[in-house]
């Protein structure tokens, strides 16, 4: 599921800063353009953020207890 998830992000960031590209090179309106471009970085650094690996030992706990 959080395959799916990260596809979508990456696609959403993807498609938010071809338009912020476009529109900031059309010159309509600039400050749209920056706030596109702004929220598609936010986008693909959640996903870096997420994507980072995390030693073994500071795994969170399954929900089953095998004690």
Known sequence: MSDLILSILML??????????????????KKQGLLMLVAAGVMFANVGI?????????QPRSSQTGD
Do not use: D, M, R, S
Request: proline share 7%.
């Open 12 to 29: 959403a960031g993807t498609a938010l800063l071809a338009g912020g590209v476009y529109i900031l090179y059309k010159g309509a309106n």
């Open 50 to 58: 997420w994507l980072i690996p995390t030693p073994e030992n500071n």
